[in-house]
Nanobody, 121 residues
Framework: QVQLVESGGGLVQPGGSLRLSCAASGSIFSVNTMGWYRQAPGKERELVAA???????NYADSVKGRFTISRDNAKNTVYLQMNSLKPEDTAVYIC???????????????WGQGTQVTVSS
């Protein structure tokens, strides 16, 4: 069984910074793309940023230049450094990872429980 555990959310003033972490644990053979999604009240879940196993990132236009995604493959952990935060960044941030449990197993999508990020003065 695979688990994704997020940490690092909280309340921050506009212009501030937060760093989110998400660690995958359990029966893991290989981790492919890891990423962060977010969902604000009344809105659909949207991709914020993702990073391949080789380290290639991609970002939503709304966060380019402000957010940085990175990963530590040895720890099966993905990070999201969020700078210059805006009130519209307020949402539940949810970790996602494509993981294979064994050498012959297919990759499945796994999701974390989510961590709340609130940007407010």
């Amino acid at each position: 069984q695979v688990q994704l555990v997020e940490s690092g959310g909280g309340l921050v003033q506009p212009g501030g910074s937060l760093r989110l972490s998400c660690a995958a644990s359990g029966s893991i053979f290989s981790v492919n793309t890891m990423g962060w999604y977010r969902q604000a009240p009344g809105k659909e879940r949207e991709l914020v940023a993702a990073i391949t196993s080789g380290g290639s990132p991609n970002y939503a236009d709304s966060v380019k230049g402000r957010f940085t995604i990175s990963r530590d493959n040895a720890k099966n952990t993905v990070y999201l450094q969020m700078n210059s935060l805006k009130p519209e960044d307020t949402a539940v941030y949810i970790c996602n990872a494509r993981i294979a449990a064994g050498w012959s197993s297919p990759f499945y999508n796994y999701w974390g429980q989510g961590t709340q990020v609130t940007v407010s003065s």
